[in-house]
């Protein structure tokens, strides 16, 4: 019985990890940006070693206010950032900024905003990720998946004469982001696990918008990625 418990708990201190390590990835946030956020607007105290500890899966017991700050953070974050502009914009231009970059917050599957109880049981290891955050990519496979990327976006076609079009329907904005993207598309670099995990949802969205996967979700598209990769391996067998 023991045995079971302790197992649920690895498996959601893992859920939560992925879950926190997503979100920064996604914002392209700093480690800074959530407990400045908490702290500035009142919502409850959280220290950066605990976001770190969390994102790492070092964190065993954090207490109740953790989970009311994030999830306090995250629903403001739904509301939008107007609502708390003229309580950064002049007094922490940084995090004001990192915020205008990006600042999408977690949702379930039914698109509201997760809350403390929603984040306790996913660490807990009671709920399930939602789906837009449920997969993982490990270090030895982020090479063969970039790989796979350039030549699913190429389309057998040289980078110079598909760039445009590709370029254009990857809609992020951030400028360390997009160079990022297309240098993995050309070739020239690889992602790693960590950074393949939070662009995942975007590459889906260009995908679709360029029509060629069939919007069944983030997690087939992965899929589909993987079976290129075995594709290509079992060819050179």
Not at 130 to 150: H, T, V
Not at 186 to 211: F, H, M
Not at 216 to 231: I, M
């Amino acid at each position: 019985m023991s045995t079971g418990y302790r197992d649920k708990l690895l498996r959601g201190r893992r859920a939560m990890a992925h879950l926190i390590h997503l979100w920064h990835e996604r914002n392209g946030w700093s480690h800074r940006v959530l407990p400045l956020l908490s702290e500035t607007l009142d919502l409850g105290r959280v220290h950066n070693s605990q976001i770190s500890n969390i994102r790492n899966g070092k964190l065993s017991s954090p207490g109740p206010e953790v989970f009311l700050a994030l999830a306090q953070v995250n629903t403001i974050l739904d509301q939008g950032i107007e609502t708390i502009r003229d309580r950064l914009e002049s007094d922490y231009p940084e995090l004001w900024k990192s915020l205008q970059d990006s600042a999408e917050p977690l949702r379930s599957d039914s698109g509201y905003p997760l809350t403390a109880g929603e984040l306790f049981e996913i660490f807990s290891g009671l709920k399930s990720l939602p789906s837009s955050f449920d997969w993982y990519i490990e270090d030895e496979e982020a090479g063969d998946l970039s790989d796979a990327l350039s030549h699913h976006f190429c389309q057998n076609r040289p980078w110079r004469s598909c760039k445009a079009s590709v370029m254009d329907a990857y809609s992020v904005t951030k400028s360390i982001r997009r160079d990022r993207f297309a240098e993995v598309i050309a070739g020239i670099r690889d992602y790693t696990a960590e950074e393949l995990d939070g662009e995942l949802l975007d590459l889906y969205e260009t995908s679709k918008k360029l029509s060629y996967c069939d919007g069944v979700g983030p997690n087939q598209f992965l899929k589909e990625l993987r079976s290129l990769v075995s594709e290509k391996k079992n060819k050179l067998l």
